[in-house]
């Protein structure tokens, strides 16, 4: 194909979704689009089986059986919407192994959020209520991205998602309800969330890099500091509601802009945890590692027995 | 507590959920692939459902205040009185896969019996879950077979497990003194009476996997009596964490 | 060789009456344990009454570049749609 051949068919393209229409696994794509997906797409699903990890910490020692059963569900939608985003990539002509392969070399990246430690049941409160809050935010936009099957498993996630941030609201809450004890355990879990969850949004604009091919294809709808606005004045009052503090002296309303003004945000904290030296990075990325290694012989053994069966069955047929 | 045999019948049945369900509830993030890990916290979240209506029956017939959560964390060690077979740990995905067969085949069995008990609320209870477990039992039968007559590895593997798990095969069939006290009343099942049938279940799709049944006469009890494997102590230590930790409070 | 499981397509008929609809897709060795892996991934919260599973690899599909002539003839066939005809409005229910 000439350049101008492939000028005008990007052009095509790119009038297609301005005029809100999807873009299928087997429609023509410039190459460029194809490649961000896959980055973008994958990395949500990296975020989500990581996700599992800080959460599923807890699941042996959830307080009650009643938190212990939706702890377990939550874990597990994680998974299921890993898995559905995995899929959603594949389309794109990438396996899921390939993925992984990124994943544990360490060229692909997940949310940051997930280097921290779980320390105490509280956070499985504050990671309910702020992360999965932050991420919903993020997320409800890509319900009608302009990849198609990107859109159809967020609508699925975002459907499934919707009691994860209740059942974190109802973890603080009874904590913030409960015993001096409890509520400072509350307490101490906001604080040490409040700022990650921000970061949780990205860069601010002024260094945050694709943010403007993302809002022509519909990867994004906001930037960062929007998103990022967005999230604080809706959790502000939540907070409050909870009788918490947010960890942020700066934090107060400002009449006329009719949003929260906020502190200034430890970028330096977040690279480092973004390059790979957060709390728990290396744990978490053997926790998966393991996982799939010590997997193999389990996943080959099924292989093996479905050939078995496939030839007892021709065998048969003969 | 007047009805104290009824009381430690329903424990017993309720704590092999409880323990097998949170030897699963373990391996959440951590299986084979995604699907995996998907299904073997169904089989888990299915196991506390079970237990949490147990626990419920086994607290109104206490009559006091004490609570599912009080039965289930707050006990010590030697008054759990689930199976030594359902607290082994997950060695590795084979002993995990053995375990959920080698239990699953008597839970089914076992329900199919409590669905004739003079009880209501155990009939009621076990109508539900047979059709859970039977799917369980599906899952782990499918799977033992994928794994025995899989790889060479898999094969050994899994074989291993086999080895090592049955040796607490039989007491499943161990009847307490609450169990017969009940089974005259005709609330209990009388497990010795699928004893036999169990075996041949269990032996039918071993020779399916290709894998040996083990020929070891030798048995482990102890657990319904509350006398475990080292194991358990572990287990509990994170079960009853929270509630040790912060006694009397809620969450 | 290695070889990974397979993709497979998964449909879910939400309840009998309506047809299977393709909800997503999974990873399995064989046709079974698709069925087993669609069931728990896919109606965790009550979503079906009945599941289809197909390995990708066997599904044919059309070629997006062929969509006019495959599609568009059809488009000015209008006499096959009803308010093609012209009736006087005393004739109700047709």
């Not at chain 1, 809450?173 to 409890?182: D, I, M």
């Not at chain 1, 998103?227 to 959790?235: A, P, V």
């Not at chain 3, 069931?39 to 289809?52: L, N």
């Not at chain 3, 568009?72 to 009736?87: G, M, W």
Request: charged share 25%; net charge negative.
């Amino acid at each position: 194909m000439s350049e101008a051949q492939i000028k005008s068919l990007e052009k095509q393209f790119d009038d297609r979704i301005a005029r809100d229409e999807k873009i299928e696994p087997k429609d023509w794509m410039p190459e460029k689009y194809r490649k961000t997906h896959i980055r973008q797409m994958s990395q949500h699903a990296h975020s989500e089986i990581v996700g599992m990890l800080p959460e599923g910490n807890w699941i042996t020692r959830a307080p009650s059986l009643r938190r212990k059963v939706a702890l377990l569900a939550k874990v597990q939608d994680e998974a299921g919407h890993g898995l559905y985003l995995y899929s959603a990539t594949e389309t794109l002509g990438i396996s899921r192994e390939e993925m992984y392969e990124q994943l544990h070399t360490g060229k692909a990246k997940y949310s940051s959020i997930f280097n921290y430690p779980t320390v105490t049941w509280a956070d499985m409160g504050a990671i309910g209520w702020l992360v999965d809050g932050a991420a919903i935010i993020n997320q409800v936009p890509l319900c009608n991205t302009s990849y198609g099957p990107y859109a159809r498993a967020m609508i699925r996630v975002c459907k499934e998602e919707s009691f994860h941030q209740r059942q974190g609201f109802e973890i603080m809450l009874k904590l913030a309800n409960g015993t001096p004890e409890q509520k400072e355990m509350a307490q101490d879990a906001l604080n040490r969330w409040w700022w990650p969850s921000l970061m949780m949004l990205g860069p601010t604009d002024d260094v945050s890099t694709h943010t403007e091919q993302s809002m022509k294809w519909k990867l994004k709808r906001k930037s960062n500091d929007d998103l990022r606005q967005q999230f604080i004045d809706q959790t502000v009052p939540q907070a409050e509601l909870l009788g918490l503090t947010i960890p942020d002296k700066d934090l107060k309303w400002n009449e006329s802009r009719q949003s929260y003004d906020f502190g200034e945000i430890d970028w330096d904290e977040f690279w480092q945890v973004v390059k790979g030296h957060g709390p728990m990075n290396k744990v978490r990325m053997k926790a998966r590692v393991d996982a799939w290694e010590k997997g193999a012989w389990v996943r080959d053994a099924a292989m093996a027995h479905a050939e078995k069966k496939r030839n007892k069955k021709q065998k048969q047929a003969v | 507590m007047k009805n104290k045999n009824l009381y430690n019948y329903i424990l017993g049945i309720a704590d092999n959920s409880l323990i097998l369900g949170q030897r699963l509830g373990e391996l959440t993030g951590h299986g084979p692939s995604l699907e995996t890990d998907i299904a073997c916290t169904n089989i888990s979240l299915d196991l506390f459902g079970q237990v949490r209506s147990y626990y419920q029956y086994a607290a109104k017939i206490a009559g006091d205040d004490r609570t599912e959560d009080d039965i289930a964390m707050l006990r010590k060690e030697r008054e759990y009185f689930n199976v030594l077979l359902v607290e082994q740990p997950n060695t590795n995905f084979a002993y995990t896969i053995v375990r959920q067969f080698l239990f699953d085949v008597y839970h089914y069995l076992f329900l199919t019996e409590l669905q004739k008990s003079h009880d209501v609320t155990l009939v009621a209870i076990a109508k539900k879950s047979i059709k859970e477990v039977s799917y369980h039992k599906r899952f782990s039968t499918d799977w033992l077979k994928r794994l025995g007559d899989g790889t060479t590895e898999s094969k050994q593997k899994t074989q291993q497990a086999v080895n090592d798990l049955w040796t607490y095969t039989e007491e499943l069939f161990y009847t307490t003194q609450a169990d017969n006290a009940m089974i005259s009343e005709g609330i209990a099942v009388d497990v010795t009476k699928f004893k036999a049938n169990y075996y041949q279940n269990v032996n039918a799709v071993l020779t399916e996997a290709t894998l040996d049944i083990p020929e070891s006469k030798f048995f482990q009890k102890g657990g319904k009596q509350g006398i475990h494997t080292e194991h358990l102590g572990y287990l509990l230590s994170d079960l009853q964490y929270m509630q040790r930790t912060y006694p009397n409070m809620e969450w | 060789m290695k070889k990974n499981w397979p993709l497979w397509e998964v449909f879910v008929r939400s309840k009998n009456g309506l047809e299977h609809r393709h909800c997503g897709s999974l990873h399995a060795a064989d046709e079974d344990m698709a069925l087993e892996n669609a069931r728990d991934v896919y109606t965790r919260r009550s979503e079906g009454v009945s599941i289809w599973v197909v390995e990708s690899a066997h599904i044919k599909a059309s070629n997006p570049e062929n969509n006019g002539e495959l599609f568009e003839p059809a488009q000015d066939k209008v006499y096959r749609h009803p308010t093609f005809y012209d009736l006087p409005d005393e004739v109700k229910h047709m």
